[in-house]
T-cell receptor, first 109, second 114 residues
Framework: DAKTTQPPSMDCAEGRAANLPCNHSTISGNEYVYWYRQIHSQGPQYIIH???NNETNEMASLIITEDRKSSTLILPHATLRDTAVYYCIVSLSGSRLTFGEGTQLTVNP | DGGITQSPKYLFRKEGQNVTLSCEQNLNHDAMYWYRQDPGQGLRLIYYSQIVNDFQKGDIAEGYSVSREKKESFPLTVTSAQKNPTAFYLC?????????????FGPGTRLTVT
């Protein structure tokens, strides 16, 4: 599976959009981009995944560049409960996931 | 409520003892997974199971064993051969091992071995 690179930490003001970047320059054509998040001392929670097209669900939007070498997870209106570690994962399937160290997002009041 | 149950939340053991961590799901999922997480790090896959009576090693299976006798249950045994057993252990399940299905995680068990 392709390796991903994420900033170790980011801050965001409550109510503003949080944009979390992820680089995956070695991604292959059939690998998906997955995003999970983990609130402190809890199990991770699935957010969204995509292959080529941008995706949106009730939690977030996923923007994948045309060359697929990077992506951005967007939380449109961040709340304090969105404070968590966000993991960007590239995988052929939803099963063999490799979780890196992720990005610690802190939403400030 | 449908979900994944892991018990206990905290577990303490003496070095040299085997310990079994429980994982139960009522989501009717075929696939189940065990991960280990060390402080400040991501999750690493220990074992996974696609179907009852079948399981495969993940990236760090040494010192661990599993069984899958029922669809709902996937217990993990941390044996005395595991050199650094103290960690946060997470169980997950998904509809199937193949495909792009999301994984659902339990609340985790924090194991401390002294």
């Amino acid at each position: 599976d392709a390796k991903t690179t994420q900033p170790p930490s980011m801050d965001c003001a409550e109510g503003r959009a949080a944009n979390l970047p992820c680089n995956h320059s070695t991604i292959s054509g059939n690998e998906y981009v997955y995003w999970y998040r983990q609130i402190h001392s809890q199990g991770p929670q699935y957010i969204i995944h995509g292959l080529k097209n941008n995706e949106t669900n009730e939690m977030a939007s996923l923007i994948i560049t045309e060359d697929r070498k990077s992506s951005t997870l967007i939380l449109p209106h961040a709340t304090l409960r969105d404070t968590a570690v966000y993991y960007c994962i590239v995988s052929l399937s939803g099963s063999r996931l490799t979780f890196g160290e992720g990005t610690q997002l802190t939403v400030n009041p | 409520d449908g979900g994944i149950t892991q018990s206990p939340k905290y577990l303490f053991r003496k070095e040299g003892q085997n310990v079994t961590l429980s994982c139960e799901q009522n989501l009717n999922h075929d696939a189940m997974y065990w991960y280990r997480q060390d402080p400040g790090q991501g999750l690493r896959l220990i074992y996974y199971s696609q179907i009852v009576n079948d399981f495969q090693k993940g990236d760090i299976a040494e010192g661990y064993s599993v069984s899958r006798e029922k669809k709902e249950s996937f217990p993990l045994t941390v044996t005395s051969a595991q050199k650094n057993p103290t960690a946060f252990y997470l169980c997950a399940s998904s509809i199937a091992e193949v495909g792009t299905y999301e994984q659902y995680f339990g609340p985790g068990t924090r194991l401390t071995v002294t």
